[in-house]
């Protein structure tokens, strides 16, 4: 059976970050990505629609150890991909991933005091098992085989195609057709542009209105610190100035959120000109960031709107017919294609089923520890990012946790490391781990993930400034974390690495 020191499950944006972080910090470590697909990048490899792209700017969402150089701080997704792809082979991490493993279950034994990985190898018959000491799941949290479709009346009586974005077919022609789009997320909201370019007519079809910011797809002030100050130091520059402003906005949006909303219709307006029915179709009923804005590069989105090329309906489905969708109003949109813009399914951990020495983990039961550690479950850490900033800035953090516990261990000479509910936790209130955040997909699948608490460190604070405090600068041995070592894997209940562990738990 292989063994390493340390497995990453994923080798998307989250997996190949951690893995660079491991080389930097932890060089004695041995480890291995598992990937259940066969290629590097994650959603970056998987989405393959027209005009996918960033939502994030790439100084955030790029690594810390390697500047985003391209121009575009909203980038096309060949250029993610191509980045993250980079970021794996010029360290050679390309070399440890292991593709065509799909992670089914973990299991971790208190006695050996490792993990016992069992793979389904995509392209071989039979399961395989792989042992590790510590595990760490950068697999996201949603579906990577099928996204959300709801169960549309009348979907089998329609003559034409539906497509979900996520399965693209790369064959799908669409010049010359009639398309509607149906959502109003940031999916929708890139394929619109892309697709009117060519398509006899497309519409975005939504229930309700979302949020959207337009941006410089060029980053005027980056372009400017670019030219003046040498590669490194620029990016680290601008990638502060953008957390900087990130930060500054979402304060703004709970602090005033009136203020925000008032500004962000208005520059809508602006874009739309003053004929257009803003409040109908750009006009949420929630407050800005209680879900994601869509963030839309060069405006192009209401550019299509403004040319004709796209509209948008702001009505429910009815049914599908043979030639396209009947709404409530009364009215109806004839189609010849059907994109179902409708959102992730998601799954936690990405379906991978962990047990402690046999005995399955229910994630509902446990508590989330400061957004990463999962309680009473030993040498585990997940990555899940911002929902309200660039989903590096965190993935990162997460991975620098993780080399400050491995090598912490090390110096103890301990084997595991794992957070426990101190008796002043036991009467916590459990909290969804994603709160005060209400898109439809969330909502859907919060009752299946861990909880977080209402107090520090089982909060998942989705604030960079505070994560950096917690999760990079407080001390590990705070109470929650328990090191030790157990007999067998230690020696004897004498032995200096179980005095250690006892003196160091104490």
Same mark, same amino acid.
């Given at each position: 059976?292989?063994?390493?020191?340390?497995?990453?499950?994923?080798?998307?944006?989250?997996?190949?970050?951690?893995?660079?972080?491991?080389?930097?910090?932890?060089?004695?470590?041995?480890?291995?990505?598992?990937?259940?697909?066969?290629?590097?990048?994650?959603?970056?490899?998987?989405?393959?629609?027209?005009?996918?792209?960033?939502?994030?700017?790439?100084?955030?969402?790029?690594?810390?150890?390697?500047?985003?150089?391209?121009?575009?701080?909203?980038?096309?997704?060949?250029?993610?991909?191509?980045?993250?792809?980079?970021?794996?082979?010029?360290?050679?991490?390309?070399?440890?991933?292991?593709?065509?493993?799909?992670?089914?279950?973990?299991? @971790?034994?208190?006695?050996?005091?490792?993990?016992?990985?069992?793979?389904?190898?995509?392209?071989?018959?039979?399961?395989?098992?792989?042992?590790?000491?510590?595990?760490?799941?950068?697999?996201?949290?949603?579906?990577?085989?099928?996204?959300?479709?709801?169960?549309?009346?009348?979907?089998?009586?329609?003559?034409?195609?539906?497509?979900?974005?996520?399965? @693209?077919?790369?064959?799908?022609?669409?010049?010359?057709?009639?398309?509607?789009?149906?959502?109003?997320?940031?999916?929708?909201?890139?394929?619109?542009?892309?697709?009117?370019?060519?398509?006899?007519?497309?519409?975005?079809?939504?229930?309700?209105?979302?949020?959207?910011?337009?941006?410089?797809?060029?980053?005027?002030?980056?372009?400017?610190?670019?030219?003046?100050?040498?590669?490194?130091?620029?990016?680290?520059?601008?990638?502060?100035?953008?957390?900087?402003?990130?930060?500054?906005?979402?304060?703004?949006?709970?602090?005033?959120?009136?203020?925000?909303?008032?500004?962000?219709?208005?520059?809508?307006?602006?874009?739309?000109?003053?004929?257009?029915?803003?409040?109908?179709?750009?006009?949420?009923?929630?407050?800005?960031?209680? #879900?994601?804005?869509?963030?839309?590069?060069?405006?192009?989105?209401?550019?299509?709107?403004?040319?004709?090329?796209?509209?948008?309906?702001?009505?429910?489905?009815?049914?599908?017919?043979?030639?396209?969708?009947?709404?409530?109003?009364?009215?109806?949109?004839?189609?010849?294609?059907?994109?179902?813009?409708?959102?992730?399914?998601?799954?936690?951990?990405?379906?991978?089923?962990?047990?402690?020495?046999?005995?399955?983990?229910?994630?509902?039961?446990?508590?989330?520890?400061?957004?990463?550690?999962?309680?009473?479950?030993?040498?585990?850490?997940?990555?899940?990012?911002?929902?309200?900033?660039?989903?590096?800035?965190?993935?990162?953090?997460?991975?620098?946790?993780?080399?400050?516990?491995?090598?912490?261990?090390?110096?103890?000479?301990?084997?595991?490391?794992?957070?426990?509910?101190?008796?002043?936790?036991?009467?916590?209130?459990?909290?969804?781990?994603?709160?005060?955040?209400?898109?439809?997909?969330? #909502?859907?699948?919060?009752?299946?993930?861990?909880?977080?608490?209402?107090?520090?460190? @089982?909060?998942?604070?989705?604030?960079?400034?505070?994560?950096?405090?917690?999760?990079?600068?407080?001390?590990?041995?705070?109470?929650?974390?328990?090191?030790?070592?157990?007999?067998?894997?230690?020696?004897?209940?004498?032995?200096?690495?179980?005095?250690?562990?006892?003196?160091?738990?104490?």
């Amino acid at each position: 059976m292989t063994h390493f020191d340390i497995v990453i499950i994923g080798a998307g944006l989250s997996g190949i970050g951690a893995a660079r972080r491991l080389q930097d910090a932890c060089p004695d470590e041995s480890f291995a990505i598992l990937e259940g697909r066969d290629a590097i990048g994650g959603t970056w490899d998987l989405f393959r629609y027209p005009g996918i792209r960033s939502d994030s700017d790439m100084y955030t969402m790029g690594y810390d150890s390697k500047p985003w150089l391209d121009a575009k701080a909203i980038a096309d997704g060949a250029s993610i991909l191509a980045y993250v792809k980079e970021a794996a082979v010029e360290r050679g991490i390309d070399r440890h991933i292991r593709f065509g493993h799909w992670v089914k279950s973990a299991d @971790w034994s208190s006695e050996k005091s490792q993990w016992t990985i069992t793979v389904q190898r995509v392209h071989e018959a039979g399961d395989v098992q792989i042992t590790c000491n510590f595990l760490l799941a950068c697999s996201g949290y949603y579906n990577y085989e099928k996204g959300y479709t709801p169960a549309f009346e009348g979907l089998a009586d329609f003559t034409g195609k539906v497509i979900h974005p996520q399965a @693209w077919p790369e064959d799908l022609d669409y010049n010359g057709k009639r398309v509607v789009i149906i959502g109003s997320g940031a999916t929708a909201m890139t394929l619109v542009p892309a697709i009117a370019q060519t398509a006899a007519q497309v519409t975005m079809l939504q229930r309700s209105p979302t949020y959207v910011v337009s941006m410089p797809a060029i980053d005027p002030v980056a372009k400017l610190i670019n030219k003046l100050l040498p590669e490194k130091l620029a990016y680290r520059l601008i990638r502060w100035k953008n957390v900087q402003f990130q930060r500054m906005f979402y304060r703004k949006t709970r602090k005033n959120p009136g203020a925000v909303k008032k500004k962000l219709l208005g520059l809508v307006r602006k874009s739309l000109g003053p004929d257009y029915d803003v409040d109908k179709h750009f006009t949420p009923d929630y407050n800005p960031w209680d #879900q994601r804005l869509c963030l839309v590069p060069d405006a192009d989105l209401f550019k299509s709107i403004r040319s004709g090329r796209a509209v948008v309906v702001t009505d429910t489905i009815k049914s599908f017919t043979p030639g396209g969708i009947e709404l409530e109003s009364g009215s109806s949109l004839p189609a010849d294609i059907v994109i179902t813009a409708t959102g992730l399914d998601l799954v936690v951990l990405g379906g991978t089923q962990i047990s402690i020495d046999g005995a399955p983990v229910n994630f509902p039961d446990t508590f989330s520890y400061k957004g990463m550690m999962l309680s009473d479950v030993p040498n585990f850490v997940y990555t899940m990012g911002y929902i309200n900033a660039s989903w590096t800035l965190r993935s990162e953090l997460v991975a620098e946790f993780v080399c400050r516990v491995v090598n912490r261990m090390s110096e103890l000479k301990v084997t595991q490391c794992t957070p426990h509910l101190r008796p002043t936790d036991n009467n916590m209130t459990k909290r969804p781990l994603i709160d005060s955040f209400t898109p439809g997909y969330m #909502q859907r699948a919060m009752d299946r993930f861990p909880r977080q608490g209402d107090h520090d460190p @089982w909060l998942n604070t989705q604030n960079y400034a505070r994560d950096k405090e917690i999760i990079r600068h407080a001390p590990l041995e705070d109470g929650v974390l328990e090191f030790s070592a157990p007999v067998t894997a230690a020696g004897s209940e004498d032995s200096p690495q179980r005095k250690q562990a006892s003196k160091s738990a104490a």
